[in-house]
């Protein structure tokens, strides 16, 4: 009852002597604190949105538009061509004005327009400007006349100063490729993969698609395209994400690590308190669009910002046919699950948003609280590891009402998840090898009941069990359907930035600043699981652990060359990394197979991601010269040379909207609206990619500052196989001398092992540097 006297702010009884009322003056200010900081947010809101929506031009040119034009007429010049004696001949039919008004109200009435007329041009030139992307394509340190004279237009028309979304209405639609040049370029990635047979078989299923039905879906796409902000993004989020009923665990989400060196404090509920408030910060950056937009070519080509919308309070809901996005404007709390209890923390007090030490109070009220979990209450995250349509079915049986769903509210509306991990996982020095795969796996599952899996963002500080050990490291684990691993690895690299390099700690390891024990102690959340809902979270915790428990994981730091080694050889260094993933699957499988990397599409409006089949002809080519003891180093050279050159090249038409993949998966989706059959789109999209790679992007290099702080390195992130006999890889290149790999598979594949597949890709990095005749030390 204590609690719900606290949560009003007046009491008051009836006597005799009439009303006598009771005002809490604490509760009153709370309050008003909180009305001013809703308002301040709106009016924040409010004023980004004028100056966004008149992007690239500024509120203050509207002054001096019309400041302009009133200084001409008052010259005797007449700016418009007529057009101000007209509106003045229609402001004259009115009667409620004089002369002197009319011409003024003229005046602003036309140097308006004109100043939204600018900024439509403006907008539209620079639009153009970024559709053509001729410059991607210029020779490797090299830059021609017209790119520069191109970069030179494109800074003119891009403003000053601008916030995270001024660029996207000026950013060109996703342009649909055409049929047959999808269909060839198909064609030529599967080449190296098939038989003759085979392949003669697919070639005529793909050239009728392309005389026949291809053409009737294309129409469709193209109507999209013109209608649509992104014509693949809505389908691909829906029926690739939304509509998938599988577990999200291992399947979906991927981790991110801490930095692999450095523990900045040993101390579980500091790291949480100043990292919790490090993103607390990026956030409200994000919420104020004070984020700068990222950029290519030295901050000159734009990319589309509109992931970074929902990266907070954001959640996914389950349903029995498809899921669907909970986004809200903001939350003010966080929920955070520590031995099988849940509790909600509110994140601001006196209308500001809690100190890092504050924070840390509240986490370690946390781990102090003696509770026990209530019934079913433990294990209750198991159902969003578990299938999809079970959480489903339980959600609205049992979750739909009462104090289920005011606890249920607090988990899907919070800001993020955070966990306090029970168990201990980190780099160790004195076993680096079985102490990182451990790590990884643990990120990516933990123990199938403590990750709230359907929350956007969950940050994961582990415990400490004494000073030896890595406890108080960092981590967390994100949804792939909401925000890309592009978008989530510049929040993660901000946050260890922030918190090693400007938060800091105090000497004991706490985090710096007081304690504040007027902040009310965190809210354990209530919940009645009846015995038929524990039934079915036991099932679910069944099926996520035989799925966690197939995961096999090998992740380890590469530190014989990095990227400044593979520059010297002028060649791109994800091209190399490539390919060398490609001899490595060579000499660990005895074939190819199609591979998977992930390329951004964010030079379009709404863009997301594309397909680069990095199997091609020419790397099959090159790993067979590697593997034929006859083939010279000059041979095997320049087959390397040409591989490189095209696997840059089909990056390129990625990242330009003439990828192979979306086009065809829309195209598919088209067809099944449609009700008609394609053979050939059937058997494109039911291949498996036996090699699914990504490179986690390095965003934060100035932040860190790595020549100063070389210790202070991140070893990235990873994710689950996307084929069942199949390896995913994910890759970080830091700095200039390391670069992290992470490999998983599944143990029941007897064709796969992490740990012999690192194996092979090591070795393959040092058999390609040493054709430049670089060793691991080289000084050359």
């Given at each position: 009852?204590?609690?719900?006297?606290?949560?009003?702010?007046?009491?008051?009884?009836?006597?005799?002597?009439?009303?006598?009322?009771?005002?809490?003056?604490?509760?009153?200010?709370?309050?008003?604190?909180?009305?001013?900081?809703?308002?301040?947010?709106?009016?924040?809101?409010?004023?980004?949105?004028?100056?966004?929506?008149?992007?690239?031009?500024?509120?203050?040119?509207?002054?001096?538009?019309?400041?302009?034009?009133?200084?001409?007429?008052?010259?005797?010049?007449?700016?418009?061509?007529?057009?101000?004696?007209?509106?003045?001949?229609?402001?004259?039919?009115?009667?409620?004005?004089?002369?002197?008004?009319?011409?003024?109200?003229?005046?602003?009435?036309?140097?308006?327009?004109?100043?939204?007329?600018?900024?439509?041009?403006?907008?539209?030139?620079?639009?153009?400007?970024?559709?053509?992307?001729?410059?991607?394509?210029?020779?490797?340190?090299?830059?021609?006349?017209?790119?520069?004279?191109?970069?030179?237009?494109?800074?003119?028309?891009?403003?000053?100063?601008?916030?995270?979304?001024?660029?996207?209405?000026?950013?060109?639609?996703?342009?649909?490729?055409?049929?047959?040049?999808?269909?060839?370029?198909?064609?030529?990635?599967?080449?190296?993969?098939?038989?003759?047979?085979?392949?003669?078989?697919?070639?005529?299923?793909?050239?009728?698609?392309?005389?026949?039905?291809?053409?009737?879906?294309?129409?469709?796409?193209?109507?999209?395209?013109?209608?649509?902000?992104?014509?693949?993004?809505?389908?691909?989020?829906?029926?690739?994400?939304?509509?998938?009923?599988?577990?999200?665990?291992?399947?979906?989400?991927?981790?991110?690590?801490?930095?692999?060196?450095?523990?900045?404090?040993?101390?579980?509920?500091?790291?949480?308190?100043?990292?919790?408030?490090?993103?607390?910060?990026?956030?409200?950056?994000?919420?104020?669009?004070?984020?700068?937009?990222?950029?290519?070519?030295?901050?000159?080509?734009?990319?589309?910002?509109?992931?970074?919308?929902?990266?907070?309070?954001?959640?996914?809901?389950?349903?029995?046919?498809?899921?669907?996005?909970?986004?809200?404007?903001?939350?003010?709390?966080?929920?955070?699950?520590?031995?099988?209890?849940?509790?909600?923390?509110?994140?601001?007090?006196?209308?500001?948003?809690?100190?890092?030490?504050?924070?840390?109070?509240?986490?370690?009220?946390?781990?102090?609280?003696?509770?026990?979990?209530?019934?079913?209450?433990?294990?209750?995250?198991?159902?969003?590891?578990?299938?999809?349509?079970?959480?489903?079915?339980?959600?609205?049986?049992?979750?739909?009402?009462?104090?289920?769903?005011?606890?249920?509210?607090?988990?899907?509306?919070?800001?993020?998840?955070?966990?306090?991990?029970?168990?201990?996982?980190?780099?160790?020095?004195?076993?680096?090898?079985?102490?990182?795969?451990?790590?990884?796996?643990?990120?990516?599952?933990?123990?199938?009941?403590?990750?709230?899996?359907?929350?956007?963002?969950?940050?994961i500080p582990v415990k400490k069990e004494d000073l030896s050990t890595s406890g108080g490291q960092m981590h967390f684990i994100n949804n792939n359907d909401l925000?890309?691993?592009?978008?989530?690895?510049?929040?993660?690299?901000?946050?260890?930035?922030?918190?090693?390099?400007?938060?800091?700690?105090?000497?004991?390891?706490?985090?710096?600043?007081?304690?504040?024990?007027?902040?009310?102690?965190?809210?354990?959340?209530?919940?009645?699981?009846?015995?038929?809902?524990?039934?079915?979270?036991?099932?679910?915790?069944?099926?996520?652990?035989?799925?966690?428990?197939?995961?096999?994981?090998?992740?380890?730091?590469?530190?014989?060359?990095?990227?400044?080694?593979?520059?010297?050889?002028?060649?791109?260094?994800?091209?190399?990394?490539?390919?060398?993933?490609?001899?490595?699957?060579?000499?660990?499988?005895?074939?190819?197979?199609?591979?998977?990397?992930?390329?951004?599409?964010?030079?379009?409006?709404?863009?997301?991601?594309?397909?680069?089949?990095?199997?091609?002809?020419?790397?099959?080519?090159?790993?067979?010269?590697?593997?034929?003891?006859?083939?010279?180093?000059?041979?095997?050279?320049?087959?390397?040379?040409?591989?490189?050159?095209?696997?840059?090249?089909?990056?390129?038409?990625?990242?330009?909207?003439?990828?192979?993949?979306?086009?065809?998966?829309?195209?598919?989706?088209?067809?099944?609206?449609?009700?008609?059959?394609?053979?050939?789109?059937?058997?494109?999209?039911?291949?498996?990619?036996?090699?699914?790679?990504?490179?986690?992007?390095?965003?934060?290099?100035?932040?860190?500052?790595?020549?100063?702080?070389?210790?202070?390195?991140?070893?990235?992130?990873?994710?689950?196989?996307?084929?069942?006999?199949?390896?995913?890889?994910?890759?970080?290149?830091?700095?200039?001398?390391?670069?992290?790999?992470?490999?998983?598979?599944?143990?029941?594949?007897?064709e796969t092992d992490s740990h012999r597949f690192g194996k092979h890709l090591k070795q393959a990095m040092m058999d390609i540097i040493s054709l430049f005749?670089?060793?691991?030390?080289?000084?050359?």
């Amino acid at each position: 009852m204590a609690e719900a006297h606290q949560a009003v702010a007046f009491q008051f009884t009836v006597t005799p002597d009439g009303i006598d009322l009771q005002l809490s003056h604490e509760a009153l200010k709370q309050i008003c604190l909180s009305g001013l900081h809703s308002w301040k947010k709106k009016f924040i809101r409010f004023k980004n949105g004028i100056i966004t929506g008149v992007y690239p031009a500024s509120p203050s040119s509207w002054l001096i538009v019309v400041v302009g034009v009133m200084s001409t007429m008052y010259a005797k010049i007449d700016p418009s061509l007529g057009i101000i004696a007209k509106i003045n001949q229609t402001l004259d039919r009115t009667g409620y004005m004089s002369d002197q008004t009319k011409n003024v109200v003229s005046g602003v009435l036309f140097g308006t327009g004109l100043w939204v007329a600018l900024i439509i041009t403006m907008r539209y030139s620079l639009k153009v400007l970024l559709s053509y992307h001729g410059w991607m394509f210029d020779e490797h340190g090299k830059m021609s006349r017209a790119t520069k004279i191109w970069m030179g237009m494109v800074k003119i028309l891009s403003g000053r100063k601008p916030m995270l979304y001024s660029f996207q209405t000026s950013l060109p639609r996703l342009p649909v490729p055409a049929v047959k040049d999808t269909v060839d370029r198909y064609l030529e990635s599967v080449r190296p993969l098939m038989k003759e047979e085979d392949f003669r078989r697919m070639t005529e299923l793909a050239q009728d698609f392309a005389i026949n039905l291809g053409p009737k879906l294309q129409w469709y796409l193209k109507l999209k395209s013109w209608w649509a902000m992104n014509y693949v993004s809505d389908w691909w989020e829906e029926y690739i994400y939304l509509r998938g009923r599988g577990p999200l665990m291992v399947n979906s989400n991927y981790y991110a690590m801490d930095l692999l060196y450095i523990v900045p404090t040993h101390i579980q509920a500091a790291r949480a308190g100043n990292t919790i408030h490090a993103i607390l910060l990026y956030r409200r950056q994000l919420d104020r669009e004070e984020l700068k937009p990222l950029c290519l070519l030295g901050s000159t080509i734009p990319l589309c910002s509109a992931q970074w919308e929902r990266m907070f309070n954001t959640s996914r809901i389950p349903g029995e046919e498809t899921d669907t996005i909970q986004h809200v404007k903001d939350s003010k709390h966080i929920v955070v699950y520590h031995r099988g209890r849940y509790f909600k923390v509110w994140l601001y007090h006196d209308g500001r948003l809690l100190k890092p030490r504050e924070i840390e109070q509240q986490i370690q009220r946390i781990l102090d609280d003696p509770s026990e979990p209530q019934a079913g209450e433990a294990k209750l995250a198991a159902l969003t590891a578990g299938e999809r349509v079970p959480w489903a079915r339980c959600r609205q049986a049992y979750f739909a009402r009462g104090k289920n769903k005011q606890s249920l509210d607090a988990v899907e509306k919070a800001a993020f998840f955070v966990t306090l991990d029970e168990t201990e996982q980190g780099y160790r020095k004195d076993d680096p090898d079985m102490s990182m795969d451990a790590y990884a796996k643990s990120l990516l599952h933990g123990q199938c009941f403590d990750r709230w899996l359907l929350l956007n963002l969950s940050i994961i500080p582990v415990k400490k069990e004494d000073l030896s050990t890595s406890g108080g490291q960092m981590h967390f684990i994100n949804n792939n359907d909401l925000p890309c691993v592009y978008c989530m690895s510049s929040v993660w690299q901000y946050v260890m930035a922030t918190d090693s390099f400007q938060l800091g700690y105090a000497e004991d390891g706490h985090c710096k600043g007081d304690t504040n024990l007027n902040i009310p102690y965190p809210t354990r959340l209530q919940w009645e699981i009846p015995e038929e809902c524990q039934e079915v979270i036991e099932t679910s915790l069944n099926s996520a652990n035989l799925l966690a428990d197939d995961v096999d994981f090998h992740s380890f730091p590469f530190n014989a060359f990095g990227k400044g080694l593979i520059k010297k050889c002028r060649t791109s260094p994800d091209a190399f990394v490539q390919l060398a993933l490609q001899l490595a699957h060579y000499k660990d499988m005895g074939k190819f197979c199609l591979t998977y990397e992930a390329s951004m599409t964010r030079l379009f409006r709404e863009g997301r991601t594309e397909t680069v089949r990095s199997c091609t002809t020419e790397s099959c080519n090159f790993v067979l010269a590697m593997m034929d003891p006859g083939q010279t180093v000059e041979q095997r050279l320049k087959l390397f040379r040409m591989a490189s050159e095209k696997h840059q090249l089909l990056y390129r038409l990625a990242m330009t909207g003439a990828g192979i993949d979306r086009h065809l998966f829309c195209l598919y989706v088209v067809s099944k609206y449609l009700a008609v059959d394609s053979p050939f789109l059937k058997e494109v999209l039911s291949e498996p990619w036996r090699l699914s790679t990504s490179q986690t992007p390095q965003q934060q290099v100035e932040l860190f500052n790595l020549e100063r702080n070389p210790d202070y390195v991140s070893s990235g992130g990873g994710f689950g196989p996307v084929a069942d006999d199949g390896y995913g890889v994910s890759y970080i290149l830091v700095g200039d001398k390391l670069i992290n790999f992470h490999v998983s598979s599944k143990f029941s594949s007897p064709e796969t092992d992490s740990h012999r597949f690192g194996k092979h890709l090591k070795q393959a990095m040092m058999d390609i540097i040493s054709l430049f005749g670089f060793s691991s030390n080289s000084k050359k």
